[in-house]
C-alpha cells in the first residue's frame, strides 16, 4: 500500500516553485563580493557564513555566492531575500547598501516582495 500525500525527492524538487535570477541580480550579488573583499575588515559589509552560524542566522556572502551561481531559487530563499529587503529597505549607509548588493540588489528586492505579495494575497 502506498501513502498518500507523500512525494519522492525527484516529484518534490519538481513541484517546488523556484524563482529566477535575473541577470541583474547576478551582477549586484558578484560586484558586492569584489567589492567587500577589497574593504578593511572594518569597513566591511555583510557577515560570513562562520559569524552568521553563531548568530543563527543567513550569510550575505553565501548568499551572494548562491544568487551568483544559481539560475533560480526555490521559494523559501525567495522568501528570505525579500524579507531581508524589506527589513533594510530604508537604510542607506554604505554597509546597508553593501549589505543589500550582496542580497541580489533593490531592484530585484522590490520585485521579489511585489511577486510574493501578489501571490500570497
Given at each position: 500500500?502506498?501513502?498518500?500525500g507523500?512525494l519522492?525527492?525527484?516529484?518534490?524538487?519538481?513541484?517546488?516553485?523556484?524563482?529566477?535570477?535575473?541577470?541583474?541580480?547576478k551582477?549586484?550579488?558578484?560586484?558586492?563580493?569584489?567589492?567587500?573583499?577589497?574593504?578593511?575588515?572594518?569597513?566591511?559589509?555583510?557577515?560570513?557564513k562562520?559569524?552568521?552560524?553563531k548568530?543563527?542566522i543567513?550569510?550575505?556572502?553565501?548568499?551572494?555566492?548562491q544568487?551568483?551561481?544559481?539560475?533560480?531559487?526555490?521559494?523559501?530563499?525567495?522568501?528570505?531575500i525579500?524579507?531581508?529587503?524589506?527589513?533594510?529597505?530604508?537604510?542607506?549607509?554604505?554597509?546597508?547598501?553593501?549589505?543589500?548588493?550582496?542580497?541580489?540588489?533593490?531592484?530585484?528586492?522590490?520585485?521579489?516582495?511585489?511577486?510574493?505579495?501578489?501571490?500570497?494575497?
Open positions: 500500500m502506498q501513502s498518500v507523500l519522492s525527492r525527484k516529484q518534490a524538487r519538481s513541484k517546488m516553485v523556484r524563482y529566477k535570477v535575473p541577470s541583474y541580480a551582477k549586484k550579488a558578484s560586484a558586492a563580493l569584489k567589492k567587500r573583499e577589497m574593504l578593511p575588515e572594518s569597513k566591511r559589509f555583510g557577515i560570513t562562520q559569524q552568521a552560524k548568530l543563527k543567513n550569510s550575505g556572502v553565501e548568499r551572494a555566492k544568487i551568483k551561481r544559481s539560475k533560480t531559487v526555490p521559494e523559501k530563499d525567495a522568501k528570505r525579500a524579507a531581508f529587503y524589506q527589513r533594510f529597505k530604508n537604510c542607506k549607509t554604505p554597509k546597508c547598501e553593501g549589505a543589500i548588493d550582496l542580497w541580489g540588489g533593490r531592484r530585484w528586492g522590490r520585485e521579489l516582495s511585489s511577486e510574493l505579495k501578489k501571490k500570497n494575497g
